[in-house]
């Protein structure tokens, strides 16, 4: 069974941030573009950011460009979404997904694996 797996997400203080770690299990994220995406209480999901298959493209939503970056490791078979200058507006619960292909757009219907979403609560 193809699976993703989020982790690193907690309890942190405005301005600070967090490492969220996205692995696979079963596969190689070599053959997949990965997104992230998120889900506050109340609100419905919100593209946060993409990487490409080759990791050579990234994109990010309006909300989070110049605090967030997305990376990938290969050799771990692992996407990262490094968060900084985190704002309370971004406590949501944060999910990996993939799809098949190089390209990644920032659309929950093109992804075909989803994690079960990590919370990342921001709050002093």
């Known amino acids: 069974q193809l699976q993703v797996v989020e982790s690193g997400g907690g309890l942190v203080q405005p301005g600070g941030s967090l490492r969220l770690s996205c692995a696979a299990s079963?596969?190689?994220?070599?053959?997949?573009?990965v997104a992230w995406f998120r889900q506050a209480p109340g609100k419905g999901q919100e593209g946060v950011s993409c990487?490409?298959?080759?990791?050579?493209?990234?994109d990010y939503a309006d909300s989070v460009k110049g605090r967030f970056t997305i990376s990938r490791d290969h050799a771990k078979n692992v996407v990262y979404l490094q968060m900084d200058s985190l704002k309370p507006e971004d406590t949501a619960v944060y999910y990996c997904?993939?799809?098949?292909?190089?390209?990644?757009?920032?659309?929950?219907?093109?992804?075909?694996?989803w994690g079960r979403g990590t919370q990342v609560t921001v709050s002093s």
């Open positions: 990487i490409s298959r080759s990791g050579g493209t990234t």
């Open positions: 079963g596969f190689t994220l070599d053959s997949y573009a």
């Open positions: 997904a993939v799809r098949q292909g190089g390209a990644c757009p920032i659309y929950r219907t093109f992804y075909d694996v």
